[in-house]
């Protein structure tokens, strides 16, 4: 009796369809006459004037003639899908296949009501043979001032042949958009900072080596899929974007989602659940929208005064090799904030060059007399800093060790497991690592004492905390679920090492940067830093993506961010062009990051084959001027840092932060803002000594030259040593930093 009912019920929705007129186009039928219902602040307007064009629309009271969010006329915004999912993991990288087997997507809309503070949508979703269908439960709930959240369900009602076996696990939106709209954010995106007209997948995962440069991108994808990665691949995705429109819209699920930006009319928005779940914000600009969505995502506080007060050099070798290298930079009069020490655990050689033995405890062949070495920083106000990721690898082979930690996690029980309930072994370049499980509670207990006994008890004032990009969707793992841990997991990273650090009462003392990260990830880190550019100039992984990141980031509350000056990845396979990094990069990318939350340097994966910042005396000199720089720049930052922790903005900002009325500003991608008084536009191109930037309306001030210059497209030389840097004319920050210079030298 039951099937009779649903076949019958599916059968007039889809004949009601027809009948519309709406079925060639899709989709959408309904006899709920128009209304608007409010939603706290919000007003949801259901329009349904006849001949198949009912559509949604959000608006706030405040402003009622803006239109937030609207569905297209006469479409279906919902569809309902079941659906051959295929992730494979390779390395960090993952690949995704999606098979879609059933598609309903022709809707009716059956009901819309105000139930209690909620609007409440209500309806059917049939496939194009009128045997499958769901019911589906769509609810709009004002969440606080400018948040509407908005929450959609399916639910199967009917099912004919293979179908019935099987249940919807993957639920579709779809609203209006402009084809002049542009959108930004999506996390850090390196090579497209306007994504309409793209395909973006919302995964956390390894950024990829070239990211389309050939011929390593598909050299490296043919030895291990993936590895190469794209134009979308990216250690922080988050799904949240605010367009030039003033538009805002974020998902709240974790699970794998694909934002579909590429019709010029609408949005499509694909989430692997049978729930999707998301806000709609309200904002005035784009400074209001940032300001609103760190509200749910979270904000990152003020690093301490240390971090400005120079370079934090990284670099390996041992105890003696820091004490060579500081005596260089003293002899130099750098200003050293920090050593930055990834070695401290001990190097092994692996296919990409060095990397480090991921069992975390001091090396005390590679640094005898630590106690003495850090001792002797602390006393010359200098940090000593560290490294660690959430893999563990059995040290048997390294020969010496005090604990074996992989085997502590393997007899607690605390790695992630696969379906054999053994460890997952993940493979990273050529060997096998174990993964902590950050569901399982005991795991996450454990791993913490690891960071207070082996680093914090070491004397660290932070480490560099890498990965968390690889959890593989088929894992075991406490949670139960591990796809939908798998966007969470580096979030979690990062909450471990912040409750490490507060449980001893130093919050305010300790630095960690991680590169992976997703919607709640800057609540719950000090420090973020890039990830692994090749050590080139291009925009699809080098400097000119690294620009880029910095301003994509900073949509999505990554206040705080900074890159490895120079990059870090070579390429020197005998099957590819060599890729190493040349001088007169190294020596550009210092005066980009400068400017950004950090100043700190990397040997890069082949270290003897890049130049250093102590290579001679050109890069010994630019690195000395551009501490000096930082350092002068400190209380600037120190100012940008507080409007992080209070508002959420970041540091490094795109253009059309302040400047949303100025159409040029939208497609700038190679120079950019510190706070509202600085505009920096580096040399991002080999051999070139002047930059072609733009400035807005306004009078503003060369710092080098002293020279003004009004608003519009200016081109200025820029040696080496004087990347073009200009402030607001009057700013009190911007001559601030002129005297700076001068006590430090530098001008």
Not at 121 to 147: C, E, P, W
Not at 537 to 546: F, H, T
Request: negative net charge.
């Amino acid at each position: 009796m039951r099937t009779k009912y649903v076949t019958f019920v599916l059968l007039t929705v889809f004949s009601a369809l027809a009948l519309s007129g709406c079925y060639e186009q899709g989709s959408l039928y309904s006899k709920v006459s128009s209304r608007t219902l409010p939603a706290g602040d919000f007003l949801v307007h259901w329009s349904n004037p006849g001949e198949g064009k009912a559509f949604v629309a959000v608006r706030h009271r405040s402003n009622p003639g803006r239109v937030l969010w609207a569905t297209e006329p006469g479409q279906n915004f919902l569809r309902a899908i079941m659906a051959d999912i295929d992730v494979k993991e390779h390395r960090g990288s993952f690949t995704v296949k999606d098979d879609e087997r059933l598609s309903c997507a022709f809707q009716s809309v059956d009901d819309i009501r105000l139930d209690g503070a909620a609007v409440t949508i209500t309806g059917r979703l049939v496939d194009a043979k009128a045997q499958n269908g769901a019911s589906y439960v769509m609810t709009f709930r004002q969440a606080s001032g400018g948040h509407l959240r908005f929450e959609a369900s399916v639910a199967k009602i009917g099912c004919a042949g293979e179908f019935c076996a099987r249940a919807f696990n993957q639920i579709e939106i779809s609203y209006a958009s402009s084809s002049n709209e542009k959108f930004y954010g999506f996390g850090e995106q390196f090579t497209h900072l306007n994504l309409k007209g793209h395909r973006v997948p919302i995964i956390s995962q390894e950024g990829g080596v070239g990211r389309g440069r050939e011929p390593v991108t598909s050299a490296l994808n043919l030895v291990s899929p993936g590895s190469g990665g794209n134009a979308y691949t990216s250690y922080i995705s988050v799904p949240h974007y605010i367009t030039s429109l003033m538009r805002s819209l974020f998902l709240e699920t974790t699970e794998y989602a694909v934002f579909d930006l590429r019709d010029d009319e609408s949005v499509s928005v694909k989430i692997f659940s049978d729930r999707i779940a998301g806000r709609i914000l309200y904002g005035a600009n784009p400074l209001e929208l940032i300001e609103r969505y760190t509200e749910y995502a979270g904000r990152m506080k003020a690093l301490p005064d240390w971090i400005g007060s120079g370079a934090i050099v990284g670099m390996q070798g041992g105890t003696e090799r820091v004490y060579e290298i500081w005596n260089l930079l003293e002899a130099q009069g750098t200003p050293i904030a920090a050593f930055w020490l990834q070695d401290w655990v001990g190097k092994r050689k692996t296919m990409i060059g060095s990397q480090l033995w991921w069992n975390w405890e001091l090396d005390a062949q590679t640094y005898p007399e630590w106690d003495g070495l850090v001792a002797a920083m602390h006393e010359a106000d200098i940090r000593a800093m560290g490294y660690i990721n959430s893999f563990l690898v059995d040290p048997a082979q390294k020969g010496s060790f005090a604990r074996n930690l992989y085997r502590e996690a393997v007899d607690g029980g605390f790695l992630v497991m696969n379906g054999n309930n053994q460890p997952y072994p993940i493979k990273n370049t050529d060997f096998d690592a174990g993964m902590v499980d950050l569901s399982n509670p005991a795991a996450r207990a454990w791993i913490k004492s690891v960071i207070k006994e082996e680093m914090l008890a070491r004397g660290f004032s932070g480490w560099m905390l890498d990965f968390a990009e690889a959890l593989p969707f088929d894992a075991v793992i406490a949670s139960g679920d591990a796809a939908s841990y798998h966007n969470q997991y580096p979030v979690e990273w990062a909450k471990i090492n912040q409750e490490a650090i507060s449980e001893l009462g130093l919050e305010d003392e300790i630095v960690f940067f991680n590169r992976s990260g997703y919607t709640k990830s800057p609540g719950a880190s000090t420090l973020f830093w890039e990830g692994d550019q090749m050590v080139t100039w291009d925009g699809d992984d080098g400097l000119k993506s690294a620009i880029k990141g910095l301003v994509s980031g900073g949509f999505s509350g990554f206040s705080l961010n900074h890159s490895d000056i120079g990059g870090y990845t070579s390429v020197s396979l005998s099957v590819l062009n060599i890729f190493k990094r040349e001088k007169e990069l190294l020596m550009r990318w210092m005066e980009a990051n400068a400017f950004t939350a950090a100043f700190r340097t990397h040997e890069g994966n082949e270290p003897e084959k890049n130049a250093q910042f102590y290579s001679d005396a050109d890069t010994l000199a630019q690195f000395t001027r551009f501490a000096k720089v930082f350092r002068a720049l400190g209380f600037y930052r120190t100012t940008l840092m507080r409007e992080a922790e209070a508002k959420g903005w970041p540091l490094v900002r795109h253009m059309l932060l302040h400047y949303p009325n100025d159409p040029v500003a939208y497609d700038l991608k190679y120079q950019f803002m510190l706070g509202a008084d600085f505009i920096v536009a580096p040399v991002v191109d080999k051999r070139a000594d002047s930059v072609r930037c733009y400035l807005p309306a306004g009078e503003w001030v060369h710092v080098w030259t002293g020279a003004s210059y009004n608003g519009g497209w200016v081109d200025v030389g820029a040696p080496m040593g004087k990347p073009a840097v200009f402030f607001k004319k009057g700013s009190p920050a911007g001559s601030r930093f002129v005297r700076n210079l001068r006590g430090e030298g530098v001008l």
